[in-house]
Each structure stands twice: as structure tokens, then as C-alpha cells.
């Protein structure tokens, strides 16, 4: 380990100039009243991108308002330990996707994610399989109100009260009904009743009211494979261990593989469905590039051979997936980005305070009969509505990287932040910002909270049910909004140990805070891009498979410590700034083959 820090620290000094420079040309950065408080005018520039560089993403040379902006080269990505360089990578993409679609990309008036080089991804059938539709320019036909965290079964995630997360699967039920468990002699049995001490110690009754003896869950799930490509998908770790969900009499309860009831985190739930304030529901959608989806095809077909059991990172990969594709009368307008996928959360245009700070798009979303306010059904019908996009997670591909990086984008109206530290260009540091922001919030009323209780779920789809008002209650809750924030805003907070890339937590949050300024402060007066922030980004040293987060300073996971967005981790972030409490991105995404984006496996190839 000694030695890769050597290397690492080395490489940090000869890329010094690229990343660490001040802005040339005396260009400033404009803090406004709705991004002051996450973006610190006094914070210092250890992560900027210089004005001749940023002139370069533009196709046309130099910033226009809302201009085109060329992909990042991943096949030449510079593969270093260098946080910058994929802060500036993930910079750039984001500014590329959300760019105008040029006549390469088909045009139309859209933006490039919204162009025929973009392929949606369907919500899982009741197979759990998924189907990639061409793009239609102007409009998402795929729209989702289940937060989008998932764990690396696929299953929906659980924040405990430990502070760790873990997977939930539904009990199966019985022939009246009911959760069944298996006894002691490997029975299934309904379960009528359960009595817990306050030492979470349970006793399951069936039907007859008599103690089902040794009673544990099935967890089917542990019970079967993960779905493989060639390489197996790891065990998942204790840290994201799968628990049963049995509903009894109206209240769910979890359960462990010992048959013992475990708490989650007041006010957290599963399959948790989110609302803003002005009562929009939080619609999320997947997409990914065409580099994407020819290489998903080629890889189940057949069409790219040796079989790939990892995503494309050198010009060789990206030859095979050209030529395939070719082959099939496909050519890419970027082939360079290599493989992109987007997961976006959207809200109603109408819900925002003004929508000309929204990148917006048309959808079709289901219509609720809300005559109880407690259980919404959908009535069959859809409307089309004009969609304000809230989030956005930007992942892909990079030359040493098939583990992926994964960054987030949030608006700057989204939420409070959490308190954080940073460092400033005078004065005693670290700086702590403490708690708040500036409102109005589309998710939030105030800063205090309480914060991040989940009201309802999808769990039943596709009806919306509210959630029990307490662990002991059955009464639930009404279907509305409940107020979010970001606890560990650009992934830090100010009291847990950062990955072994930077010096303090503080810093870690000052290079994120840092390419935020240097990158909204080049952007043309009245780009819509610019109110849109990246809350931090992660990868791993040298393109491992992701370790254990980090333990006294051992792991590979590196870049943003605790990565989330408030839009689609709402409820899995954790209060706790203690850096084990929650983890990042590959708490879940757990490796460096195909398996660690969540869609490929279960995904049908296009032909």
C-alpha cells in the first residue's frame, strides 16, 4: 500500500497544473442566494477546471448559453489517483447529456439524453426482466414512483437503526393469506400473531395461537443464485444482509435469517415513494447510450466475442461494440463516451416555482383516484404533463475504470443541506456551515425536521399506500410530503474518516465544492445547466472491485465517501456523520464486472 500512495502523491503533483490552477482570464463565479450556502465563496480552488480546458468541451470553442458540449474522451481518460480528473470527467458528461441534441445526435429540439442515441429501460416485468425502447425525442413513456435505491439483489433497501442497510424480500403467504415461516422441523407455517419483548425477542402464533417453535424466515432470495454473467456476482456483504418482511394484522415487522426482528430506522421504510411539497409525486427514469446498449446485446447474444464480463474501458473493447454494431446498420454520433447510463428523478412542472430553472420534458404518468387519502389506486388512465427533472445520477465507463464512476447531480432548490466543513482561503480551518440553506425547498418546509420519514410505499404496485404511523401502530399515515434533506452534503459532513485521497474530510468536500465554482462560473449567463450542482462522485483505486468502505484507512472505494442524492437515497442516507454509517455506491454496486450496474443482467437484449 505504501508504494501505491507514492504513486498516488506523485501523480497529484504533476497534475497539479491541470486541476489545481486558478482560473485563467480573471473569470469569477456567481454565488447566488439560492446556492450560497453549498457553495462557499471563500472556499479554496484545489479542484478547477481552467478556461482554455472548459472552452474545449464546447463543440463551438468557447461557452454559449445552453451550447453543446462534447462527451469526455473515456478511451483516453488519463487513469490516475487524482480525484480532479474524474470530477472534471463526471463535470463534463453531465453538461454533455443535458446539452442540446445536435443534427449528429438527431436533433429535434431535445437534449442529447433525450435523443434516438438514447435507449429507455424499462421498469422489471413480473419476470423482473427489462426491455430496452429506442428513444422517442420529447417525451419519457417510462416513469417509476418507487425511490430508485435498490440493493445488490435487486431488492428494495432498509436503513436499520444499526445505521447499516439491508435488502427486504416479502414474506411468502399461505392459503389464507397470511406470512408464512418455517418451524423447526422446516415447515411453512401461517403466521397469525407475533408477541415482541422490548429486547426485539419474538414469538410468531399460527392460526391456533400456539408458538411456532424455532421460527425463521425462507428468504428465497438467499436460497438462489444471483443472476451471473460470466463471472458470479458476490455474496453480498453483512452490511446489506437480506430480511423478510412479514405484514401481521396490518403491521410489517422484519425479520432476520435467525428469526430475530430487527428495527429499521424510525420513519424508513422500503419501496418508499417520495412527494414534493406542492404535492407532486417523484417519477424516475433509466437510460443509457447506444455504446450501452449494443454492448448489452452483443454480450447476451453472442454478436461480441470472447464474451465481455466487464464494461468497455480501452479502444479495443470499443472496436468490438463498433464493429458489432456496424454489423447491425448502427453507427454511434459518440462512440468515445463509450458506456453511459443516466437515472433521473423528475417532479410535475407545475409543482417548481420556476420552471425556466428546470431542465423539462414531457411524460406520460398515471392518474390516482385519491378519494382515500391513505390508499391511491391508479384508475387506468395516464396524462401527459410537463416533467421538471430534480436529480440525476451519471455513471459510466472510463479508460481503467469497468467498475464504473458513479456521480450525482442535484438543483439547488432541492433540499436543506446537512451541517459540513470545508476549507477556506483564510481564517481557521476547517469552516463549519451548519444546518439549512435557502428556502423555498420543493421537498422541505423547514430545517428542522424531523427529516427523511417515508409516509407511503409502492410496495403493493401499483397502488400507494401510506405506512404505519409507529413501529406498534396499524393506523397509517396520509399520502402527502414530508420534509427531506442531505444529510452529508458533496458526500462529507465533518466527523468521519475520509477515503485515504484526501487529507480530512473537509478537503474532501472542498474539491467537490471547489469544480462546482470553477465549472457554474464558466457557464453563459442564463444556462440552465447552471443550477444544477454535483454533490460528489465515486471509483475505486486502479479499477478494482470495490472492498469493504473504508476501515482505519484500508479499502479501494475512493472519491466521495458518502455518495447519495436526496431525490433517490432519500431514505437510505442515515443521520449518523460517522463515515460506516451508510457508505456509497458500491455498498451495492459490490464489483467490477457487468453485474455492478443492476440493469444488465436483467435487461433483454435490443434484437
Not at 433525450?114 to 416513469?143: C, K, N, Q, W
Not at 411524460?363 to 385519491?370: C, G, T
Request: with cysteine; charged share 15%; net charge neutral.
Amino acid at each position: 500500500m505504501r508504494g501505491l500512495f507514492q504513486d498516488v502523491n506523485r501523480a497529484s503533483l504533476l497534475l497539479k497544473g491541470v486541476c489545481g490552477g486558478l482560473l485563467a482570464g480573471g473569470a469569477t463565479v456567481a454565488i447566488t442566494s439560492a446556492n450560497a450556502q453549498l457553495l462557499p465563496a471563500d472556499a479554496q480552488a484545489t479542484c478547477t477546471v481552467t478556461a482554455p480546458v472548459f472552452s474545449g468541451w464546447f463543440a463551438s470553442g468557447s461557452p454559449t448559453p445552453n451550447g453543446v458540449v462534447n462527451p469526455a474522451n473515456s478511451v483516453t481518460f488519463i487513469n490516475t489517483a487524482n480525484n480532479c480528473i474524474f470530477y472534471r470527467w463526471s463535470e463534463q458528461m453531465f453538461l454533455w447529456a443535458m446539452s442540446p441534441a445536435p443534427p449528429s445526435y438527431g436533433g429535434g429540439g431535445g437534449r442529447i439524453f433525450d435523443s434516438p442515441a438514447f435507449y429507455d429501460v424499462s421498469p422489471p416485468d413480473a419476470g423482473g426482466e427489462r426491455t430496452l425502447i429506442p428513444h422517442t425525442p420529447g417525451f419519457l413513456h417510462i416513469m417509476g414512483v418507487r425511490a430508485a435505491q435498490v440493493g445488490p439483489h435487486g431488492l428494495p433497501l432498509v436503513l436499520l437503526a444499526s445505521g447499516k442497510l439491508a435488502e427486504v424480500e416479502e414474506a411468502p403467504t399461505g392459503p389464507t393469506g397470511r406470512p408464512e415461516l418455517l418451524n423447526s422441523a422446516g415447515r411453512a407455517v401461517e403466521v397469525d400473531k407475533v408477541v415482541v419483548s422490548p429486547a426485539l425477542k419474538a414469538t410468531f402464533l399460527d392460526t391456533a395461537g400456539k408458538p411456532i417453535a424455532a421460527a425463521k424466515p425462507q428468504i428465497r432470495t438467499l436460497m438462489r443464485p444471483l443472476a451471473l454473467t460470466a463471472a458470479a456476482r458476490p455474496v453480498p456483504p453483512a452490511d446489506s444482509a437480506v430480511l423478510e418482511k412479514l405484514t401481521i394484522q396490518g403491521k410489517p415487522i422484519l425479520v432476520n435469517s435467525l428469526g430475530q426482528v430487527v428495527k429499521p430506522e424510525q420513519g424508513q421504510a422500503d419501496g418508499a415513494v417520495l412527494m414534493s411539497e406542492k404535492g407532486s409525486l417523484i417519477y424516475y427514469a433509466i437510460t443509457v447510450n447506444d455504446v450501452y446498449a449494443y454492448f448489452l446485446t452483443g454480450t447476451m447474444d453472442g454478436g461480441i466475442t470472447p464474451k465481455p464480463t466487464q464494461f468497455p474501458t480501452t479502444a479495443g473493447n470499443l472496436s468490438k461494440i463498433t464493429t458489432f454494431a456496424s454489423a447491425h446498420g448502427k453507427t454511434f454520433p459518440d462512440p468515445d463516451a463509450l458506456a453511459i447510463e443516466l437515472k433521473t428523478s423528475w417532479v410535475e412542472a407545475s409543482s417548481v416555482p420556476d420552471v425556466s430553472k428546470y431542465i423539462t420534458m414531457m411524460a406520460s404518468i398515471p392518474v390516482y383516484d385519491k378519494s382515500d387519502p391513505k390508499h391511491w389506486k391508479p384508475t387506468g388512465a395516464n396524462t401527459t404533463v410537463l416533467l421538471a427533472m430534480v436529480g440525476a445520477h451519471v455513471v459510466g465507463s472510463v479508460n481503467g475504470h469497468p467498475e464504473l464512476v458513479w456521480a450525482t447531480f442535484e438543483h439547488f432548490g432541492n433540499v436543506p443541506n446537512g451541517a459540513y466543513q470545508y476549507n477556506g482561503t483564510s481564517g481557521t480551518n476547517p469552516k463549519t456551515v451548519p444546518q439549512g440553506g435557502t428556502s423555498p425547498w420543493l421537498f422541505a418546509k423547514n430545517t428542522t425536521g424531523p427529516f427523511n420519514t417515508a409516509l407511503m410505499n409502492f410496495d403493493t404496485p401499483p397502488d400507494i399506500v401510506g405506512n404505519p404511523i409507529s413501529s406498534s401502530s396499524t393506523t397509517l399515515h396520509d399520502i402527502g410530503p414530508s420534509d427531506t434533506i442531505e444529510w452529508k452534503i458533496f458526500g462529507g459532513g465533518f466527523d468521519f474518516k475520509p477515503n485515504p485521497l484526501d487529507a480530512s474530510t473537509a478537503a474532501s468536500n472542498t474539491e467537490v465544492i471547489s469544480v462546482n465554482k470553477s465549472v457554474i462560473g464558466q457557464l453563459s449567463a442564463g444556462d440552465i445547466r447552471a443550477n444544477y450542482f454535483m454533490a460528489g462522485a465515486t471509483w475505486t483505486i486502479g479499477g478494482a472491485a470495490p472492498s469493504t468502505p473504508f476501515k482505519s484507512g484500508v479499502g479501494d472505494e475512493v472519491g466521495t465517501s458518502q455518495l447519495t442524492n436526496s431525490t433517490m437515497e432519500t431514505y437510505q442516507q442515515g443521520s449518523d456523520h460517522n463515515w460506516f454509517a451508510q457508505g456509497n455506491c458500491f455498498l451495492c454496486h459490490r464489483n467490477n464486472t457487468t453485474g455492478v450496474s443492476h440493469i444488465f443482467d436483467v435487461t433483454k437484449p435490443l434484437f
